[in-house]
């Protein structure tokens, strides 16, 4: 017959087993689907893989999706096609987002924005936005019915944080429907390219932060998705930093906007990633647009402009790149 002392010692240790596998099963994992993937050093620079803009931008008093958003479906995916500019490339998000539901089974959550002028039917015009965009993903795409849910407010059809100081003219930027997750941070969206000009493959393995016009503040949502960027960074790699201001209407270039946004993301990088080298490139100087962008005055634009870009570059073991 076992004694007490084997018996206790038996059951310690069956203990300690259920313990451990209950913890391990209640650790959430890493969530390395939301970032892109590092390519190798033997990558070829005409591929890329970049992050689009998770939001759809929509004209005075309508619901209908632009013309200029590219909704014919790619062949053989979003990874063919060549696209000049990143411009380019997200007027294909809508159909990158699908491809990524059907293959990731992720959800999304659809909030849609208007003007002031517009908020005078209850948001109407806010939800029918953010209807037209599930209503193409369900039934023009296949997306499961369920994996895309739509915010009805009957009050809230501002965004939560206007970006125009210069009256009306930037009312297009309120005229929008942003992607996010159910958690409410702006959805990853990536493209996978095959071919791409020099302009897109500089962003390979990297991290695009928009701002608000006249803004170098780092918004919880911003923080989470560098959060995300850096948790697949390799030990002691590094960071090169850049960034642009707005130079489309009126220009935030007379500022120090710029290198007050690169160091406010370096500043984050440096308690986050001590272990990183940070490189902080040239900051735009107002005179071009960045990533080869066309010279049109429209809201994604803009929003493209006000970016820090966090590029990735791996360090060798002997310290080179």
């Known amino acids: 017959m076992q004694s007490r002392r084997e018996i206790r010692s038996g059951i310690t240790v069956i203990l300690v087993a259920l313990l451990f596998r209950i913890v391990m099963i209640g650790t959430p994992k890493p969530r390395t689907d939301l970032i892109a993937p590092f390519q190798s050093s033997d990558t070829t620079s005409e591929h890329a893989v970049i992050a689009l803009l998770p939001v759809i931008f929509f004209d005075s008093a309508s619901s209908d999706i632009p013309e200029r958003y590219d909704l014919e479906p790619l062949p ?39 003007e002031r002028t517009d908020s005078v039917e209850d948001c109407y015009l806010a939800r029918s936005r953010a209807e037209r965009i599930r ?8 997306v499961d019915p369920r994996r895309v849910r739509v915010l009805h407010s009957n009050t809230r059809c501002l965004p939560p944080e206007i970006s125009a100081r210069d009256g009306r003219r930037l009312n297009c930027e309120y005229r929008r429907v942003e992607i996010l997750t159910p958690a409410r941070y702006p959805f990853p969206i990536f493209m996978h390219v095959k071919h791409a000009s020099p302009a897109i493959s500089q962003l390979n393995s990297s991290c695009i932060v928009t701002f608000d016009v006249h803004s170098d503040y780092l918004n919880r949502s911003q923080r989470q998705q560098l959060g995300t960027f850096l948790d697949a960074v390799p030990l002691g790699d590094e960071l090169s930093i850049i960034a642009n201001a707005d130079v489309v209407g009126k220009s935030e270039s007379d500022s120090r906007i710029a290198p007050q946004r690169a160091n406010r993301v370096a500043e984050f990088i440096r308690k986050v990633r001590p272990d990183c080298r940070i490189v902080i490139g040239n900051k735009h100087s107002g005179q071009s647009l960045p990533f080869g962008l066309p010279s049109q005055d429209l809201p994604e ?8 870009v966090i590029q990735h570059r791996k360090i060798s073991p002997d310290g080179t790149r």
């Open 301 to 308: 634009i803009r929003y493209l402009c006000r970016s820090v």
């Open 76 to 114: 053989d995916g979003s990874a063919t096609g060549y696209y000049a500019t990143l411009h380019d490339a997200y007027l294909r998000v809508l159909d990158v987002l699908a491809e990524q539901l059907l293959t990731n089974q992720q959800y999304v959550v659809l909030q849609g924005f208007e």
């Open 135 to 142: 209503n193409y993903l369900v039934y023009d795409r296949g």
